[in-house]
């Protein structure tokens, strides 16, 4: 089966320091494909790479077939991002929001209405698509922002930490919508997280980072055996392939966007 997502000794550097380090992935077509690793390993700029936001130092990417430098527009026709930032303005309404992204994508006139309540619809907002976005609770503006990368039907969805700061309820809300995207549509989702329970129930692969490279790949039944310990997690593999927690919790400005993503949703 062709790969949807390719990479080739793929590497990122910040003047001497190497964010991703001649990474080789590979994702197939309609599968849920976790990256996982503590805060700097590499997660995020390896996305940003992808979603054709950051170019590369070296090596080489592809999404659907095409190369994420010499075809970064035809890229970013079939690919929908959500990044942990917030990516919604409050001041709009959800509708409005969407219809932004419609017109940005060169949707029909005449079908962006119906293109728009559709993608609300399918997320469960279609009650509130005329409030304003500031009265969303947290795990509604996540699922607005999935709605958002949806709109114009993309064949890989990026997720960068979908459900940091979401509450336990909102957090599996987010959970089936991402395999319902899977069953209806056959959506390729690439998706990272700290939280080994998501990974655990919706990636059909994982790929684990630690110092911009990959340590171990397979699905979570393979790296769980991997570790030859009865009743073996995610949290075990974890740790036995980046080390203690403490010792890889990423830098200031990692853990500050990460908690303001979480106050912001929260």
Known sequence: MTAIVETQELTRRFDKAKAVDALNLYVEPGEVFGLLGPNGA???????????????TSGHARVAQFDIVRHPAKVRRIIGYVPQALSVDSTLTGYENLLIVAKLYDIPRAERVVRVRGALAYVGLETVADNLVRSYSGGMIRRLEIAQALVHRPRVLFLDEPTVGLDPVARKAVWELVKQLCADYGTTVFLTTHFMEEADILCDRIAIMHFGRVVATGTPTELKTSLNKRSATLDDVFIHYTGDYLTSGGNYRDISTTRRTAQRLG
Do not use: E, N, V, W
């Not at 590499?42 to 170019?55: A, D, E, N, V």
């Open 42 to 56: 590499g997660k995020s700029t390896t996305i940003k790479m992808l979603t054709t936001l950051l170019p590369p």
